[in-house]
C-alpha cells in the first residue's frame, strides 16, 4: 500500500515528539545503517526489524510500532546501544515504546510478557521482593496455560531451590507508595 | 574490605547456590558482606519496561538504604547490579529525575555509594592474593566464560570490563588453574527474559551459546547472572527437546568454580543443585 | 579637524531593501567632522568606486567611511580607491552593515535602521582618528621547504624546483613514496600506482634544484614569510649513503627478519634493509630497535660483508639548519588504528581480518604473496570475501564522524581485483552509502556491480569465529532483514585520518588543525592551499581526505602559490602590527608569552634623560616580520605600551564611546 508521507509526517510529529523527550533519544540522528538489527539477538522472532522501527519513528508512524511484537520482543541486551555508530540508545528507546503501549493499553502483540511483567511487579508491590514461585503460578493461571515449565519448577523443589513461603520485607508500606506516586505522577496508568 | 551486600530475589530461591558460593569464597579472601537490612528486588525487566521512573525508583530505595550503611555496594546478580548502576548514573546525572524519584521514595539519596558487581571486585584483586587461597588448581578443565548481556552493557554504565570480548572472568578461571577457551559468544544475550513469556525465543538462542561453547571446546560453562544460569542450565532439557540435540553443558555460576579451586565441598557451594550435573566432569579432573 | 565622507551602500536590496539608505546617509551628515554623506546602490562596482575618488577629490576629504558589506570582503577594494583618490590607503574604516545587520534583522527593520545607524555613528568616530600607515618590506629567502616526501611532497617540490626554485624536501621514513607507492592499482583506470609514482620519485632523486632528507624530521622553525629557518633531525641511518653502492650484500646476509612496515606486516624485511627495491634513495638503513649488533653487542655481519665499507655503527643523528622563503605540510594519511576499538569485528585478534592497504599488499606483485590473494593465516586462497566499508569513517561513537572519501572506490577496485584474481570467487560489499563523485567514479562502481560483486546495504555488526567459521553478521537494510556469511577473508576498509605526529607538525610550523587534527586551511573554499600563517602552504591529505587526483591537483596549487611568492624580490608587510611605546614600556615582558606568534622580544635600549647619566634598560620589540597584528599583547600590557596600529586604545574607545553614550 502506498504511503501518504504528508498526512504520515504530519499526524504523527505529536507522538514522535513525546517518545522522543522521555526516552532522551533523537530519531533524526539515525542514518539508517542497519548495525542494530544486524547484531540483535531476536530478529528471528520479530515483524518489524529494529532500524525499521526507527525508521517508522523518522516518519511519524507510530501505530505500526505500537502493533508490533518487535517492542515486547527485545530483551534490552543493549547489544544495538553498545555498536550504535550515532549514539542512539535504541535500548532504551524501546523501554519507552512499551510503556506507551502499555499506558495506551495497545499491549495485544505482547501479550505474554506484558502479563508476565504485570505479575511480576505485583509481586513486588506486595512483597517487597519478587516471589518467583508465586509469579510462574500466577503467570500460568493468567495464560491459562497450567503446565507450563511445571518440570522447571519440580527440578527446582526437589533441589530445594524454590521457595514456597511468600518473603515480605518489612517496608512493603514504602514500595506501595512508590507505585501510587509514579501512578499519579505519570497519569493513572 | 567490606562492602553493602545486594543478593537480590533470586539468590534467595533458584539462585541459592549462587548466594552460597558467593559468601564462601568472599570468607575465603577476607571480604566482608553486610546485607542491605530490609532491600527491595530491584524492578527487573518488568519495571524498566514498564516506566522508566519506576526502574529507578525501585532501585533508589535500595541505593537509599546503603547509603545509611555507608559502603560501596556488592551484587552477584548481573541483572541486578545493571539496574542500580543504571539508576544510579541516571540520578548522577539529572538532579530534575534525583528529585523527583527522592520525592517518590521519600528516602533520601545524598550518600553517593559505589555499585561494583561481585565480578568487578573479585577479578579486582590481587593475582596473587587470589592464588594463595587455590588450593585445588582445575587443571585440564576447559571452561567457556559467558557474561551475558547486562555486565558488560551498556558500557557507558557498567564500565569494568570491555562490552565486546570481556576477560575480568577468563583471568579468575585461569587463576583457579583452569583453562579458558577463545570463543566469541562471550556477551551473546540468552534471551532469558524471554523464558516465561516466549520460551521458543529463549532456547534458540541459549541452544546457539551452548553450541557455539561446545564447538569452542569447553567442559562447561561459567557465568555470572541467575537468568543466565537458569536459562541455560534448567532449561537445557528444553533446549535439547526443541532441537533435537544432545547438549549435556554444565552451568556453573563463577563463584562455584572459584570455590571449588579454593577446597570448598561441592554441596557447600550448591554444586549438587544444578540441573546438568557438573560433578563428573569436575571428577574427571582427579 | 578631519573632514570625512560617508559613503552608505545599498548593496541592491541586501542592504537597501531592509533599511532606509538615504536616510542613514542623512542623519550621517550630521556626525562630527562629516563633510559630506551620500548612499549609492553598489559602492563596489566601477562607477561607485569612481563616485568616492571624485567626492575625495571634490570635497577635499580625508578620511573615508564606507557603510556596506563585511571588511572581510571589500576593505582591500576600498583601500585601492583611496589610494588612486591620493590618499593614505589606510584612511578608510568600513561599517559592516549587511552581515551584521541587514541579513540578520530582515524581519525586524526599525531596529535594523537603528543598528545600521550605530554602526555608522561608531565607524565615523574611529574614522576621524585613523592616522596614515605605512608598509615597509622584507626580502624573500628563494628557497622552499616541503615537509612530507608522499606523491603530495613530490609533486609540490617537482613543481617548485622545475620553475627553478631550490626545494628542500623532508621524509622521516627511510623512502619517498608515502602511501601511494604501496598501493597495487589506482581507481578508476586501474594504472599500476607504482609505475607512476616511482618515476616521479626517481625525478625528485635526480633534480639538481631538490635537496632531499630521508630519515629526517623538522624540530623546529623561526622566522616568518619569506624568511624562515628550519631546524632538522637527520636521524642516523648507520649507513654512509655516500660510500654505499646500494648493492645489497647486506640485507641479503642480514640474519634478523622484521615484519615490514611497507607490505603492512603481512611479509618479511631485514634488520638492514631498503623498504621495497625502488625506494628512493635506493641506500639501506639499519633499524637499530631490531638489529642483532645494537640488541645484543654481536653481530656486524652487514659491516663484515659490505664491499663498500659503509656500515657505520657510530654514526649519529645530524641537526642543521636551512633558510627558506615558504614552507609546505604535505603530511599526508594514515589509516584509523581499528583494531583498539572494534571489538565486534575482533580487535585484530584474527588473521584473516585486514584492512584495505594490507589488500594492497597481498594482490600486488612485488608484495609478499607475489600477487596472489591468499589468507594470512594458512596461505589458501579465499573463495568467498567480505569488504566492510565505513570502519571507523562516519562512526562518532568509535572513529570519526566524517567520510573518508577513497573507500567506496578503492573497494570496487579491490572487489573487482578478487573476481579477477581468483576465479569462482564471491564477493559481498557491505555499504551505507556509495559515494562515487569524480570522472569516472560511478561508471567503475557500476562495472564492479555488473561483474558480479554482491553489494549489500547495511552495518556489519559482528565478524567472529565459530569453529572453523568465521561469520560475519550483517543486514540488508533494502531487504529488511539480518544476514550472515561465511568468509574466508575480510577487508576492512578503515578510516582516513591524519598522520602521526600531524599536530606536532602543525605546532612547529604555527598553523592550525581542524577538531580531526587535518590542517586548517585559510578558507576552506577560496584559499585551499594557503594557511593563516603566511609563507605556510598545504598540500594533499594532511588538510582532509583526498584521492590522488585531488593530491596532485592541490600539491600543483600549492606549488603555484609558493612560486608566486618565491618570483618576488620583496615582501610588503601589513602595517597593522604591535608598535610599542618605550617610554612606556615597564619591561614586565607579560606581552612575550602571550603571542601566539612569538613576534615580541626582549631589547636593550639606551635612555637619555636629562640631568641624568645615560641609562640602558630593557624593553619589549615587535618583530614585523612576525607579527600578525592580533592584539593580544595589547591586551595583557598593564602599562598601555603596547598597541596595535589601526587599532590604538584611542581609537577603540571612540568607537564604545560613539555606541554607548
Known sequence: MRLNLTVATRDGTEFVRRVEAESGQKVADCYQCGKCTAGCPVTFAMDLMPHQVVRLLQLGLGDEILESKTIWLCSTCATCTTRCPRNIDLARLMDTLRSTARSAGRTKAGKGIAQFNEVFLDSVRRYGRAHELGIGLRYNLKTGKLFKDSDLARGWFLRGRLKVAVPKIRGVAEIDRIFNEIKRMEGGK | ?286 | MPRTGVFVCWCGSNIGGVIDCPGIAAQAAGFPAVVHSVDYKYLCSEPGQNMIIQAVREHRLDRVVVASCSPRLHEETFRKVLARAGLNPYLVEMANIREHCTWVHGAEKEQAQAKALALVRRAVAKANRLEPLFESTIPVTKRCLIVGGGIAGIQTALDVADAGHEVVLVEREPTIGGNMVKLDKTFPTLDCSACISTPKMAAVAAHPDIRLYTCAEIEKVTGYIGNFEVTIRRKARYVDHEKCTGCGTCWEKCPMQVPSEFNAGLGQRKAIYIPFPQAVPNKPVIDREHCRYFTTGKCQVCAKLCPAGAVDYEQEDEVFTEKVGALVAATGFQLFNWSRVYGEYGYGRYPDVITGLQFERLVNAAGPTGGKILRPSDGSAPRTVVFIKCVGSRDESKGRSYCSRICCMYTAKHALQVLEKVPGAQVYVFYMDVRTAGKGYEEFYQRAVREGVVYVRGRVSKVYRDGERLVVRGVDTLLGRPVEVDADLVVLATAVEPAAGAGETARLLGINADRDGFFQEAHPKLRPVETHTGGVFLAGACSSPKDIPDTVAQASGAAAKVVGLLSREQLSTNPMIAQVNETLCTGCFLCVPVCPYKALERRKITELLPGHPPREREVAGVNPGLCQGCGACNAVCRAGAVEVRGFTNEQLLAEVDALCL
Open chain 2, 1 to 286: 574490605m567490606r562492602y553493602s551486600y545486594y543478593s537480590g530475589c533470586s539468590l534467595h530461591a533458584t539462585a541459592r547456590e549462587f548466594d552460597l558460593s558467593t559468601r564462601a569464597v568472599c570468607r575465603r579472601l577476607g571480604i566482608e558482606l553486610a546485607e542491605i537490612p530490609d532491600w527491595n528486588c530491584c524492578g527487573a525487566t518488568a519495571a524498566h519496561s514498564t516506566s522508566h521512573l519506576l526502574g529507578v525508583a525501585l532501585a533508589a530505595r535500595n541505593l537509599a538504604l546503603a547509603g545509611e550503611q555507608g559502603l560501596d555496594v556488592l551484587v552477584p546478580c548481573a541483572a541486578c547490579y545493571q539496574r542500580l548502576a543504571v539508576a544510579r548514573k541516571e540520578m548522577d546525572q539529572n538532579s530534575e529525575l534525583w528529585k523527583r524519584v527522592v520525592r517518590i521514595t521519600g528516602r533520601d539519596y545524598t550518600d553517593r555509594v559505589g555499585i561494583k558487581s561481585l565480578l568487578e571486585v573479585l577479578a579486582g584483586l590481587d593475582s596473587e592474593q587470589l592464588a594463595a587461597q587455590v588450593v585445588r588448581p582445575l587443571e585440564g578443565l576447559k571452561v567457556a566464560c559467558y557474561y551475558g548481556c547486562l555486565l558488560v552493557r551498556p558500557p557507558a554504565v557498567t564500565g569494568f570490563d570491555d562490552p565486546e570480548h570481556p576477560r575480568t572472568m577468563d583471568r579468575l578461571v585461569r587463576l583457579a588453574g583452569a583453562e579458558s577457551v577463545d570463543w566469541d559468544y562471550k556477551t551473546e544475550c540468552c534471551g532469558a527474559a524471554q523464558g516465561v513469556s516466549n520460551e521458543p525465543v529463549a532456547l534458540k538462542l541459549a541452544r546457539d551459546i551452548l553450541e557455539v561453547a561446545s564447538r569452542a571446546g569447553a567442559d562447561c560453562l561459567v557465568c555470572a547472572c541467575p537468568l543466565c544460569q537458569s536459562n541455560l542450565d534448567a532449561r537445557q532439557g528444553h533446549v535439547n527437546r526443541a532441537y533435537g540435540t544432545s547438549l549435556k553443558l554444565p552451568v556453573m555460576y563463577f563463584t562455584q568454580l572459584l570455590g571449588l579451586a579454593f577446597g570448598f565441598d561441592e554441596r557447600e557451594l550448591g554444586l549438587d543443585t544444578l540441573f546438568v550435573d557438573p560433578r563428573p566432569v569436575i571428577r574427571a579432573l582427579g
